[in-house]
């Protein structure tokens, strides 16, 4: 409560590819002092995510980038600790966009109470942000019918582990995919149909034997040699929902040819696909109440298993997310600030 | 009405890369007879199209391929000479798809009557399959709102004159794209708010100095430098159906490096883009007779012009197909066969 130091990480250059702990830098500054209609907000957990990547280039993307010197972007969960707005009380546990830092203030009307039944964590996981990726992805542009075939890639991941359970209650059969031993047997545990380690040698041929009817929804969060192996599977009138294409943010430049765009074009011309990018926020307005209680039920009721891989202090998170692009984490990494 | 022989085209051999006159076989047959239930119809025109190149080769694609020595696939308007089913008469004018050939018997179900106010040819072109690929494609997967931009290649074609022409009736800003200036003027003619050859130097700069508010519906049916051009200027939520791939149809291979497809899928992430591949046939049962009520009351009206490149006998056919696939052809193609 008496604190007066706040530790940063700051965005310290633009990475050219991959990104390095030097990219970050950590700076201490004095704890903000909320006005009328604010509270003053400590970061119990950050949520690093992919997305983060596109924030540290300036090259165009969905949002604008984070600028050399600015507070990485990141969603929190805090805990309010002066608030000058009669919706808050210190010590109410609130969701916010605080970023990589320890102390934040911010309007109240910004802030969203959690629930306080379950765990606060699960605000920035499978019932925040990546849960609503999978939920509005899945249902809204994948629209899966009963029977289908829904593949998902990264998916030990909070995104990926969402869409195969959510999969799953809809009566589809879900293939996972992801990278290593371990991963693979927590799919199984989650219930996936057939979980497949992208890593192996004939991994396109364990992918064909895994839809032998096909694929009718694919979940894209990665690109890269899964897509490649997804296409030729995908049937008449399949859904590529594309959320993100994590193996290609470190890329710096266009891979050696051939030129494979205009046999995507084709695939998509062949089998009548519809390819359909999204960020979660375009249904936010519409469809998040019920995600939470849909969502929340699915959770509560222990249908919906969640995974976390949490890392201790806000120095930790530079490392932490250059580990998440290398698909180092297991379960939705999260640092736990405080 | 006493012919006794039936000239066909036949498909000769797969072409390689662009198709010759060596591919195609004219041959003389017996004219069929028919049974209960079918008709015998003589051809009067027969409509040539892209997908047709798509038919001649094995390579997988939405459609069987022709068989070597098989008639070359094709809608047709014919006139009946003979009927054994009391739904047609001798004299009647029916839609069908007797293919490359003077005559051809036909179940009298799979028949059509023509509308007889219009010319007959209208039924192949701007009423038929043509003008039902770009209002469906256009209304149901573009999705234009009034105020937006549309931009639609091979525009004096028929496809792509119908989706300038209705994206004008629904109050957007229709930017046409053609080869020479021989079309370009036509596009002006047809009520184009913008209209560019794809030909020129600059044409890259033309399409952007043409779409100063970005491009929200691009009709793709032909792919190529036109689909780099536009694939910068998709606006946020851009829809994009794709019909067809013209400029592709002759590849052999995939066109040398690097590889842009993941380029492409980035701009689909970051854009929200919607690619969409689709064949009208699949919009049919639900929608085309709402098509044929309303494109044909615009046809009626004048607000919808239509344009057809006839030619004269069945035996000109595949060197008129050859020229269409390199833009030869200038309005509808089609043969008049008797």
Same mark, same amino acid.
């Given at each position: 409560?008496?604190?007066?130091?706040?530790?940063?990480?700051?965005?310290?250059?633009?990475?050219?590819?991959?990104?390095?702990?030097?990219?970050? +830098?950590?700076?201490?500054?004095?704890?903000?002092?909320?006005?009328?209609?604010?509270?003053?907000?400590?970061?119990?957990?950050?949520?690093?995510?992919?997305?983060? +990547?596109? +924030?540290?280039?300036?090259?165009?993307?969905?949002?604008?980038?984070?600028? @050399?010197?600015?507070?990485?972007?990141?969603?929190?969960?805090?805990? /309010?600790?002066?608030?000058?707005?009669?919706?808050?009380?210190?010590?109410?546990? @609130?969701?916010?966009?605080?970023?990589?830092?320890?102390?934040?203030?911010?309007?109240?009307?910004?802030?969203?109470?959690?629930?306080?039944?379950?765990?606060?964590?699960?605000?920035?996981?499978?019932?925040?942000?990546?849960?609503?990726?999978?939920?509005?992805?899945?249902?809204?542009?994948?629209?899966?019918?009963?029977?289908?075939?829904? /593949?998902?890639?990264?998916?030990?991941?909070?995104?990926?582990?969402?869409?195969?359970?959510?999969?799953?209650?809809?009566?589809?059969?879900? /293939?996972?995919?992801?990278?290593?031993?371990?991963?693979?047997?927590?799919?199984?545990?989650?219930?996936?149909?057939?979980?497949?380690?992208?890593?192996?040698?004939?991994?396109?041929?364990?992918?064909?034997?895994?839809?032998?009817?096909?694929?009718?929804?694919?979940?894209?969060?990665?690109?890269?040699?899964?897509?490649?192996?997804?296409?030729?599977?995908?049937?008449?009138?399949?859904?590529?929902?594309?959320?993100?294409?994590?193996?290609?943010?470190?890329?710096?430049?266009?891979?050696?040819?051939?030129?494979?765009?205009?046999?995507?074009?084709?695939?998509?011309?062949?089998?009548?696909?519809?390819?359909?990018?999204?960020?979660?926020?375009?249904?936010?307005?519409?469809?998040?109440?019920?995600?939470?209680?849909?969502?929340?039920?699915?959770? +509560?009721?222990?249908?919906?298993?969640?995974?976390?891989? @949490?890392?201790?202090?806000?120095?930790?998170?530079?490392?932490?997310?250059?580990?998440?692009?290398?698909?180092?984490?297991?379960?939705?990494?999260?640092?736990?600030?405080?």
């Amino acid at each position: 409560m008496t604190a007066t130091e706040n530790t940063q990480v700051l965005l310290g250059s633009r990475p050219v590819g991959e990104p390095t702990p030097e990219n970050f +830098r950590i700076e201490r500054t004095a704890v903000p002092e909320p006005g009328d209609g604010e509270a003053l907000v400590r970061t119990v957990y950050l949520s690093l995510d992919p997305y983060m +990547r596109g +924030r540290m280039s300036a090259a165009e993307s969905y949002a604008e980038p984070t600028p @050399v010197g600015g507070v990485m972007p990141g969603g929190t969960v805090g805990e /309010v600790v002066e608030s000058r707005d009669p919706a808050l009380q210190p010590g109410d546990l @609130v969701l916010g966009y605080a970023g990589w830092q320890e102390y934040a203030v911010a309007p109240a009307r910004s802030l969203r109470k959690v629930a306080t039944d379950l765990p606060p964590s699960t605000a920035l996981g499978v019932l925040g942000m990546p849960g609503f990726t999978a939920y509005s992805g899945l249902t809204l542009l994948g629209q899966p019918k009963a029977g289908e075939t829904v /593949v998902v890639a990264a998916a030990t991941g909070p995104v990926g582990s969402a869409v195969g359970q959510i999969a799953k209650i809809l009566g589809c059969r879900a /293939v996972g995919i992801a990278g290593g031993p371990e991963k693979v047997a927590h799919l199984r545990e989650l219930g996936f149909d057939a979980a497949l380690d992208h890593r192996a040698d004939d991994f396109a041929d364990q992918l064909a034997a895994a839809t032998p009817d096909g694929i009718d929804v694919y979940f894209e969060n990665v690109g890269g040699h899964v897509w490649d192996a997804v296409l030729p599977r995908l049937n008449l009138y399949a859904r590529v929902p594309v959320c993100g294409l994590v193996a290609h943010y470190n890329e710096t430049e266009l891979p050696p040819g051939p030129d494979r765009s205009p046999a995507l074009m084709r695939h998509v011309l062949n089998k009548s696909l519809t390819i359909r990018g999204f960020i979660q926020s375009e249904f936010v307005a519409e469809h998040y109440g019920r995600f939470l209680e849909e969502m929340g039920g699915w959770v +509560r009721e222990g249908k919906v298993a969640y995974r976390e891989d @949490v890392v201790e202090g806000l120095e930790q998170a530079p490392e932490a997310f250059i580990g998440m692009l290398r698909g180092r984490n297991f379960g939705k990494l999260l640092v736990k600030v405080s």
